[in-house]
């Protein structure tokens, strides 16, 4: 099945610092999606990439997929104690949208006041 | 307000019992997932469905079942508890072709004794 590798495993900052996790597979991917988990929370979808190259951004947070459709990166601007939290990539398998998600290991942030 | 719930939000039960896990979602989707999660951790595939009568095993299957006989509801049997099932188990939904992304309840954190 699709292997969807997520680095680094923990991240630690300071209050305003940058941060930044990336997803990387060894396919091309139908598109990558990225979601929040809050310490004792369940996680929360908030971005679909779909196109080759495409950069979403909300706020802080700067989404990025690859031009080969094979890497992701999610970049937080300026941390806040809010950002605290598991962050996941999931994507399907190139030309697939039905089958299942394959969801990355995670990144756990800390924010230091 | 269309959801996604999980009962119950927490359960301690002795080695051997058999259990429940209860899911339903108002929002009529038709894909219904079970995944186990250690706190914080990697995102385990247990159980999925496409539609009514339609079931899949995931990563961790063998030692559960499930079924989907309404639209809404996805319920997920341990036959047997053991100890090492001590864990969070999060249900979650998603249109036909996710295109929004899965929709997670907020979990059953069990404890086996």
């Known amino acids: 099945g699709q292997q969807v590798m997520q680095i680094p495993q923990y991240q630690h900052v300071q209050e305003g610092e940058d941060f930044t996790t990336y997803c990387n597979s060894s396919?091309?991917?139908?598109?990558i999606q990225w979601y929040k988990q809050r310490p004792g929370g369940h996680p929360v979808f908030l971005i679909q990439?779909?196109?080759?190259?495409e950069v979403k951004k909300q706020k802080r947070l700067t989404f990025q997929f690859g031009e080969a459709k094979k890497n992701s990166s999610l970049h937080i601007t300026a941390t806040q104690t809010t950002d605290v939290g598991t962050y996941f990539c999931a994507a399907h398998d190139r030309g697939s949208t039905l089958g299942r998600l394959y969801f990355g290991r995670g990144t756990q942030l800390t924010v230091w006041p | 307000e269309a959801d996604i719930y999980q009962t119950p939000r927490y359960l301690v039960i002795g080695t051997g019992k058999k259990i429940t896990l209860e899911c339903s979602q108002t929002?009529?989707?038709?894909?219904m997932y079970w995944y186990q999660q250690d706190p914080g951790m990697e995102l385990h595939l247990i159980h999925y469905s496409y539609g009514v009568n339609s079931t899949e095993k995931g990563d961790l299957s063998s030692e559960s079942t499930v079924s989907r006989i309404r639209t809404e509801h996805f319920p997920l049997t341990l036959e047997s508890a053991r100890p090492s099932h001590t864990s969070q188990y999060l249900c979650?939904?998603?249109?036909?072709?996710?295109?929004?992304?899965?929709?997670f309840g907020s979990g059953t954190r069990l404890t086996v004794v």
């Open positions: 979650a939904s998603s249109e036909l072709r996710t295109v929004g992304g899965y929709t």
């Open positions: 396919t091309t991917l139908s598109n």
């Open positions: 929002m009529g989707h038709d894909k």
């Open positions: 990439l779909v196109k080759s190259g």
